[in-house]
């Protein structure tokens, strides 16, 4: 059973406008949450994070929102800019064993029309 | 050069063959990640190791053999493998075991025939 559900596969916007990435989450020990960002033929590339005590965290046009009564997370690009057409994955983190591991989500393919 | 590289970048191979995927992390980190990426599935995460110590064995099978001989390097030795384990594999690290973010490498492109 999936723990991180990004529910849509793709998401199509156009430039300027506003992209809003969802993801919802089922466990309750997940207590940091990570948004990467994939280029084809390469690797995840970390973008933003929240840590579960904070509601939002903002980085330039990247802002990401969280909702823990909800288990509900959003990616909002403001502007968006084609060069922000990627995949785009949710990841939550909780303490293993012995270490921190992220659950991943599918991803969402985000795809900027200019 | 800088970041997480893996090599190779495609491989392809059969049942009985025994191949070695490589990974080396130029970030000065201390724990290194493998992670197994199946069509339309989520990231998997496989093997974690701190300070060259396996931390984390996530029921991988034994055909999956991992090595971390110093905090800069991982591979994954794979041996007899199967069609379903055809996948991307991603190579990650992080300052720590106890650090949320991690850098991932581009990945190997298995293919098992």
């Known amino acids: 059973d999936q723990q991180v559900k990004q529910n849509s596969p793709s998401l199509s916007v156009q430039e300027g406008r506003i992209s809003i990435l969802n993801c919802d989450y089922t466990?309750?020990?997940?207590?940091?949450f990570l948004w990467y960002k994939k280029y084809p033929a390469e690797g995840p590339t970390f973008l933003i994070s929240?840590?579960?005590?904070?509601d939002k965290n903002e980085d330039g046009r990247f802002t990401v929102f969280l909702n823990k009564s909800a288990k509900h997370l959003s990616l909002h690009i403001v502007p968006s800019q084609p060069g922000d057409s990627a995949v785009y994955f949710c990841?939550?983190?909780?303490?293993?064993?012995?270490?921190?591991?992220?659950?991943f989500g599918k991803g969402t393919k985000l795809s900027v029309i200019p | 050069e800088t970041g997480v590289t893996q090599t190779p970048r495609h491989l392809v191979m059969g049942m009985t063959n025994k191949k070695s995927l490589k990974c080396e992390q130029h970030?000065?980190?201390?724990?290194m990640y493998w992670y197994k990426q199946s069509a339309k599935k989520p990231l998997e995460l496989m093997f974690v190791y701190n300070f060259k110590e396996q931390t984390e064995n996530n029921s991988v099978p034994s055909r999956f053999s991992p090595e971390c001989p110093n905090s800069s390097h991982l591979f994954l030795h794979l041996h007899t493998l199967q069609p379903e384990d055809s996948a991307l594999y991603l190579c990650?690290?992080?300052?720590?075991?106890?650090?949320?973010?991690?850098?991932f490498g581009a990945g190997t492109r298995l293919s098992v025939l």
């Open positions: 466990n309750s020990m997940f207590d940091y």
């Open positions: 990841a939550a983190s909780a303490l293993g064993a012995g270490s921190y591991q992220l659950t």
């Open positions: 970030l000065g980190h201390n724990a």
């Open positions: 929240i840590s579960s005590i904070k």
């Open positions: 990650a690290s992080s300052r720590g075991a106890q650090e949320n973010i991690q850098y």
